[in-house]
């Protein structure tokens, strides 16, 4: 008899445990539809317009980025002056350029340029339309202040009042024009001084030149004369030794007496 009042003891209690589980798995059931549904009506609250516009804008965000990053020009866009980056990652200036119309086909662009990191000439010929990656370069106004046994160039950034060495090679052909002193600019390709820039024109001393003859006029006799910065121009022969003169500094010519 206690076999048998054991075993109904424990089949009930098996019953309960399966009633109890069934139970907790249906609540579960329940509230995991009812979550289910009262977030799709949240969703269904927000209109689906302003749902596509804030994509919209994430887009529009993304592709103002890029084309920001993007700087071109092409062969319409071409002058003189102009500094271009071609496929050798070196900046160049447009020195001059020709356009030829063919009768047939579109018209080609001969373009001069000079390599400002190397000094040297190239002529490429390009067809209408063909893109080239304009040379991001930056200006800084420089004072030079002195050279070193070794030719190199300092100058003091105008605006932090650092100093910056400057190879010879890269003034070139301006070493003779730049005196200690003088206010240039420095240009800078990828934090690199590539060019030194002269003042358009400046006011020298002529140190050395031949005694002024009398009877010369403005336009009858010219004359070599050595400058104070080092060069030496072509001047009229009236001007004297010690005389301050303005010249311009693109052409190398004598402009007036100062």
Not at 128 to 136: D, I, L, P, T, V
Not at 155 to 168: A, G, P, Q, R
Not at 192 to 211: A, F, G, M, R, W
């Amino acid at each position: 008899t206690k076999s048998i009042f054991n075993i109904k003891t424990m089949m009930m209690t098996g019953s309960m445990k399966i009633a109890t589980a069934a139970a907790l798995v249906a609540v579960a059931l329940v509230g995991g539809a009812s979550a289910f549904t009262n977030s799709a009506a949240q969703r269904s609250m927000v209109p689906s317009s302003s749902r596509a516009v804030a994509f919209v804008q994430t887009t529009t965000t993304f592709s103002s980025r890029s084309q920001l990053s993007m700087v071109a020009v092409d062969t319409s866009d071409i002058k003189n002056g102009m500094t271009v980056e071609l496929n050798d990652g070196e900046p160049y200036r447009v020195i001059s350029f020709s356009i030829m119309k063919q009768a047939r086909g579109a018209a080609k662009t001969t373009i001069k340029f000079k390599n400002l990191m190397k000094g040297t000439t190239i002529e490429n010929t390009y067809r209408s339309g063909e893109k080239f990656e304009k040379a991001m370069i930056e200006k800084k106004a420089a004072q030079h202040t002195y050279k070193d046994e070794n030719d190199n160039f300092f100058f003091m950034d105008m605006e932090t009042f650092e100093e910056v060495v400057v190879d010879s090679k890269i003034v070139q052909d301006k070493v003779t024009w730049v005196e200690e002193g003088m206010e240039c600019n420095l240009i800078y390709f990828k934090e690199k001084v590539i060019e030194v820039l002269l003042p358009p024109h400046v006011v020298v001393q002529i140190v050395e030149t031949e005694p002024s003859l009398k009877g010369n006029t403005a336009n009858a006799h010219t004359k070599p004369a050595v400058l104070s910065c080092g060069a030496t121009i072509t001047v009229p022969g009236y001007l004297e030794q010690g005389e301050m003169i303005r010249v311009d500094t693109d052409k190398k010519e004598f402009m007036e007496r100062a």
